[in-house]
């Protein structure tokens, strides 16, 4: 490879051993795609709240997970000094609740697929017999079983109980989701964004003599300008009063009480209007027991 790749001295980039651990305008594609992450999953969480949007909440869903995608993907090359502990540990709440929170909610699909069917199952198998339309034999509409489905879909879930909607697979789902959410979005605000990143760091061989060291690489700690064990102004970073566990605590615990809390009063209010129209069913009886 020409001198031309050697980057010791460039800011914009860090290249070695034909590999690439460094490049300056990933950082800010990294950073639109955590921006990303944050407005869709925003979006994903106000489109459960307005009605007319709960259509856009599967696409924000989607478009969450993409974006997490490509942020993570950027972060491989804008690597200079590492991640703290306490950054590691909320990542593990980013991904593990992004992951745990999709499996549910296709359980959760799963199983209102299979009562929506069964419902609309029975209510063909009382119907008396003739073509089979949507608005009974006389009318010349075919019935659209997919709209029929979700409409069944839609009166199960709007007829439960406050305990069944609260203790639910999909109030579990939200509430890992915000918390996979809220440690993306805390993480963007304490990152920088002044326009001033470079790649500053580049590898060096550690003094240890192992096959993986040439006979030719430096051993002389001294000759080498190394990066300090311990952040001389770790007493600035905001995990630094709760330590990496109390922090790591704080940013599982907390955003999952916080989304509790705000899942139980809007339980408590759809329970409330579906008891004054009377609306509990068979399905939604069995959709909150986990059966």
């Known amino acids: 490879?020409?001198?031309?790749?050697?980057?010791?001295?460039?800011?914009?980039?860090?290249?070695?051993?034909?590999?690439?651990?460094?490049?300056?305008?990933?950082?800010?594609?990294?950073?639109?795609?955590?921006?990303?992450?944050?407005?869709?999953?925003?979006?994903?969480?106000v489109s459960r709240i307005v009605p007319s949007f709960k259509w856009t909440h599967v696409w924000f869903g989607r478009g969450y997970i993409i974006s997490m995608l490509w942020a993570t993907a950027t972060s491989l090359v804008i690597h200079n000094s590492g991640l703290p502990p306490a950054t590691l540990i909320s990542f593990v709440w980013v991904m593990g609740g992004l992951t745990i929170g999709w499996i549910i909610i296709k359980f959760h699909?799963?199983?209102?697929?299979?009562?929506?069917?069964?419902?609309?199952?029975?209510?063909?198998?009382?119907a008396p017999a003739g073509p089979i339309t949507s608005g009974g034999i006389s009318s010349k509409q075919?019935?659209?079983?997919?709209a029929r489905i979700d409409e069944e879909?839609?009166?199960?879930?709007?007829s439960k109980t406050f305990v069944q909607r609260f203790f639910s697979l999909k109030a579990l789902h939200g509430m890992i989701m915000f918390t996979s959410w809220i440690n993306i979005v805390g993480r963007i605000f304490a990152s920088n964004q002044s326009g001033d990143f470079t790649c500053h760091t580049y590898p060096v061989y550690k003094p240890l003599d192992t096959p993986d060291i040439p006979d030719s690489a430096s051993l002389d700690v001294a000759s080498l300008t190394l990066l300090p064990?311990?952040?001389?102004?770790?007493?600035?970073?905001?995990?630094?009063?709760?330590?990496?566990?109390?922090w790591g605590a704080a940013l599982?615990?907390?955003?999952?009480?916080?989304?509790?809390?705000?899942?139980?009063?809007?339980?408590?209010?759809?329970?409330?209007k579906v008891r004054s129209a009377g609306r509990t069913t068979p399905e939604a009886l069995e959709a909150g027991s986990g059966k």
């Open 252 to 272: 599982s615990l907390g955003p999952l009480a916080g989304a509790a809390l705000v899942g139980a009063v809007v339980s408590y209010l759809a329970a409330r």
């Open 109 to 126: 699909e799963a199983r209102m697929q299979r009562l929506a069917l069964a419902a609309v199952a029975r209510s063909l198998g009382d």
């Open 153 to 158: 879909k839609g009166r199960i879930a709007g």
């Open 229 to 246: 064990t311990h952040d001389p102004n770790y007493a600035r970073l905001p995990w630094a009063k709760l330590g990496t566990a109390g």
């Open 1 to 45: 490879m020409s001198d031309t790749m050697n980057t010791l001295l460039n800011p914009d980039f860090t290249y070695h051993y034909d590999k690439i651990s460094c490049m300056k305008g990933a950082y800010f594609a990294h950073v639109v795609f955590c921006y990303l992450v944050m407005l869709t999953g925003a979006g994903a969480f």
């Open 142 to 146: 075919p019935l659209d079983l997919a």
